[in-house]
């Protein structure tokens, strides 16, 4: 709670800039003009965020919010190279395009990128579910729409452990999805027990398994998780990551070791002589 009270405040000026900061002329920006050029990627952005929640079933304010500015983001990335390859030199749409330069293709991976990231951070926040069950052979429980089935406990030993090892057949839909095997370690050295959870991972979801204590009659505490577009944070990341690489080898940045040398002047070399 603290952190959504303190963080949101900040970063949705600096996010709602981002789009905006590539569009304005530095000290001649006009606000009318901008808000001209921007009023159709405002449009589309207030639309879909408040539509979008609805169709995923759930609306708040901060789902619609963090919605609202990874839009923002990528329309106004939108308007920028529109504008851009509208103004640019070449023949034809396709030689503007390739006129424009990598330190902005990279400027606009790196906003994707964090658009990627805030649709991350938004649905973890908005959507994830946990559940702590009791669990004995054979029992089954639902979260997130995927049907976990516990089959026992395996005794297993490890280079430097013993564990526990938990067997969970996973579907959805009468679908087997996958296997998972959380574990609860003791550490032989240090005689100290530990949880490994169970992960599995994909491009919409991840889900998460934990088991807990041992109770009576072979049931087991057991902790699940459905994390939607978890993985999107960590996508946001690299894709910003790949936007500093393509920035970086704009050839207006190479290193001045990699340019054309340039002549000396005369009195230049006299002097170098004279010192050596």
Request: proline residues 5%.
């Amino acid at each position: 709670p603290y952190f959504d009270s303190v963080f949101v405040p900040l970063m949705t000026p600096a996010l709602f800039l981002i789009g905006v900061g590539p569009l304005a002329q530095w000290k001649q920006a006009s606000l009318p003009d901008l808000a001209k050029r921007l009023r159709w990627a405002f449009g589309v952005s207030i639309l879909t965020a408040v539509a979008l929640p609805f169709a995923l079933g759930s609306w708040t304010p901060l789902l619609s919010l963090g919605l609202l500015l990874a839009i923002w983001i990528v329309t106004t990335s939108l308007v920028g190279l529109r504008e851009r390859i509208g103004h640019g030199v070449g023949d034809g749409f396709m030689g503007r395009l390739a006129g424009v330069p990598r330190a902005y293709w990279g400027m606009l991976l790196a906003h994707c990128g964090i658009a990627v990231f805030i649709v991350g951070v938004t649905m973890v926040k908005g959507f994830e579910t946990e559940q702590d069950v009791r669990m004995n052979i054979g029992e089954t429980a639902t979260i997130g729409g995927y049907t976990f089935r516990f089959d026992g406990v395996q005794d297993v030993t490890g280079p430097n452990y013993s564990a526990a090892r938990g067997v969970f057949h996973v579907s959805k839909d009468g679908r087997e999805t996958a296997m998972m095997y959380p574990e609860k370690r003791r550490y032989r050295a240090q005689n100290q027990v530990m949880t490994e959870a169970a992960i599995d991972t994909g491009l919409l979801r991840d889900l998460y398994v934990s088991l807990g204590e041992p109770l009576d009659d072979g049931a087991w505490s057991v902790r699940l998780y459905h994390k939607p577009f978890v993985d999107w944070i960590w996508g946001g990341c690299l894709i910003m990551a790949l936007g500093g690489v393509v920035a970086v080898s704009d050839r207006r940045y190479r290193p001045a070791w990699r340019r054309e040398p340039q002549a000396v002047p005369a009195g230049a070399r006299l002097a170098g002589r004279q010192i050596a």
